[in-house]
């Protein structure tokens, strides 16, 4: 069984410049999450999606931070404008419902921003 | 509000000898509690999961846990430990505050890292 899928693996970009992630989940997964992880630190969630809708985005920085998720299967993340403090690794999960279940991490995103 | 403390920054042991990650909670009702492996450059893999029943929970590679409710802890154990158990643990512990519609939000806590001696 394929695990959770995110690309790029690796970007690095000036301030100011947009950027966008991607997480393909585990099939048959219908919760999909997105954590952000600063170094040293645990994982902090910033979206939390049931199918296509987002019902826990209450840490996510929406200024400038958006995510989507259309058919209920992958998932886009996006910064704009990104800034210097947006250098961290962004984490992909996903899990088969919301309650009690283990979720499935992807291997990250590591965000530099310059 | 639900929290998780790993008091230890790194955990050093010799090879073969037993392990043991530290790792206490804070919640309001019930706690459900996971801990998780990261190594690097790879994801958090999940290892073992405490939701109830038998206080000892017995995870993935040899590893187990003990919930302990008066103690409000969650200890992972290892009765002998590998050089490739080396790696990043992170504790987390669910939370059902009311702005996560009661489900499945993970508090981590800052992870420990477990440093197996040849």
């Known amino acids: 069984e394929a695990g959770v899928v995110q690309s790029p693996r690796y970007k690095i970009i000036e301030k100011k410049q947009p950027v966008a992630f991607w997480c393909n989940p585990i099939s048959g997964h219908n919760t999909l999450y997105w954590y952000l992880q600063n170094l040293g630190q645990g994982p902090e969630l910033l979206i939390r999606?049931?199918?296509?809708?987002?019902?826990?985005d209450s840490q996510l920085p929406k200024d400038r931070f958006s995510a989507e998720r259309l058919k209920g299967v992958d998932s886009t993340l996006k910064i704009q404008p990104a800034e210097l403090g947006d250098s961290a690794v962004y984490l992909c999960?996903?899990?088969?419902?919301?309650?009690?279940?283990?979720?499935?991490f992807g291997p990250g995103t590591r965000l530099t921003v310059t | 509000a639900q929290s998780v403390a790993q008091p230890e920054d790194q955990v050093n042991v010799a090879e073969g000898n037993p392990l043991t990650v530290k790792c206490t909670y804070s919640?309001?009702?019930?706690?459900?509690l996971f801990w998780y492996v990261q190594y690097p450059n790879r994801g958090l893999q999940f290892l073992l999961k405490?939701?109830?029943?038998?206080?000892l929970v017995k995870g993935s590679y040899g590893f187990e846990a003990e919930f302990n409710k008066s103690q409000t802890s969650f200890h992972l154990k290892k009765p002998s430990a590998l050089v490739s158990d080396s790696a990043l643990y992170f504790c987390a512990v669910r939370d059902i505050g009311a702005h996560s519609g009661g489900y499945n939000k993970l508090i981590f806590g800052a992870g420990t890292r477990l440093a197996v001696h040849p």
């Open positions: 999606y049931e199918n296509e809708e987002a019902v826990d």
């Open positions: 919640v309001s009702g019930n706690p459900y």
């Open positions: 999960a996903s899990s088969l419902g919301p309650d009690g279940y283990e979720q499935y």
């Open positions: 405490y939701i109830t029943g038998d206080n």
